[in-house]
């Protein structure tokens, strides 16, 4: 599968060749009889802290990147390429990053890099938090917070459980990311480049494997309030029906357009994650997660149409998020915290409200954040 990775071996980025640390300077001898190595993705932002002051970080990166203009996209502004840190910030002031801008990103994850002071550390694992889980967060060691409103392109989160922070930390000795709250695609008009900005800039920053969560209804009888769902496959309505994440973006450089989502829950990840469960004795399932764009809960005649499609539990994100994390080639593990059991009989209805679902989160968020901390650990001794 093409992605961010190692999809776009016809620009002078070299993505997906796997190589040892490489020289940023173009002009340097790279031994050998002077054949000089590809850069990688994963690569650069190491080699270029290694050697090269913050301040000039951003405009040699540039020097490695194929023009914007050389691919068709859409695209906000082409002179950021030459833009320094200051001039990264006061974008917030001009307008905002445009998602759909593969060196825009590249600009904001060395930018995130210098902020939260990750000189050459890179997260082996992102986590998404989904409503009330944020205390994921909690099982971090020596954490760096980074809030969103600090954050150049990044909303400040409108949904209650949702901290809106950028969280670098230790789990189970092992570097990770956190986002400590998500874009919903009902906060911003569906703009699905916005709402998986951080996705991409997780692959940017170096994730290699993404551990998605979310607050999820369940439609299937056999499931109760505070089990966790292990995401087996998706449905993903909104993508159906034209608000896909991938429309409209060419460049290359982001992975391919046309991304498979065969076996989009990594099925090694998802035994290893229900294996652990009987261990810990933790409620677990396994099912099929279907997105709703939202804000409003589905009627009865809804979840009756969606359980009859195949659905097990329903909720309004993680299916864009996945989506992207396959395009960039990140090894992906998803679970949902059943936090109501949705009626399918409209004469029967059952009352659903957030703050239900927040509460019901935070019973369920320290059982679920001490297994996904020893996940990946676990996933970590491959």
Known sequence: MASIVDSAKMNNFGIGTVVEPILVNKNASTGG????????LFDIPQAVHAEHPQQQLLSEFADGISPVDAVSMPTATND?????????????????IDP????????????????????????????????GLGAIADQMEGARILPFSEVPGFPQPSVIGHKGNLVFGRIGGHFCMCLQGRFHP???????????????????????????SNAAGALNGDFQTGDLMVIKDHIFLPGLSGHSPLLGISDPRFGSRFVSLHNAYDKELRKKAMSLGRQMKVPLREGIYV??????????AE????????????????????????QCGMRVFGFSLITNCSSVDSD???????????????????????????????????
């Open 33 to 40: 009889g002077g054949r000089r190595k590809k850069k990688t």
């Open 80 to 96: 950021c390429n030459n833009n320094s840190i200051e001039d990264i910030q006061s974008d917030r002031r001009r307008g905002p």
């Open 100 to 131: 759909t801008n593969f060196d825009h990103l590249v600009r904001l994850s060395e930018l995130i890099r210098s902020m939260a002071d990750l000189g050459t550390l890179q997260p082996e694992f992102g986590i998404i938090c989904g409503s």
């Open 186 to 212: 009902y906060e911003h008009k569906m703009d699905m480049a916005l709402c998986t900005m951080p996705v991409r800039l997780m692959a940017l920053l170096g994730v290699r494997t993404m551990i998605v």
């Open 291 to 300: 997105m709703n764009s939202g804000p409003q809960y589905e009627t009865a």
């Open 303 to 326: 979840c009756s149409l969606i359980a009859r499609m195949g659905g097990d539990a329903v909720g309004m994100s993680t299916c864009h998020e996945v989506t992207v994390a396959r």
């Open 348 to 382: 029967e209805p059952v009352e659903v409200s957030h703050d239900e679902v927040l509460e019901v989160a935070a019973k369920g968020g320290a059982l679920a954040s001490k297994w996904m901390a020893e996940l990946i650990r676990q996933i970590s001794e491959k």
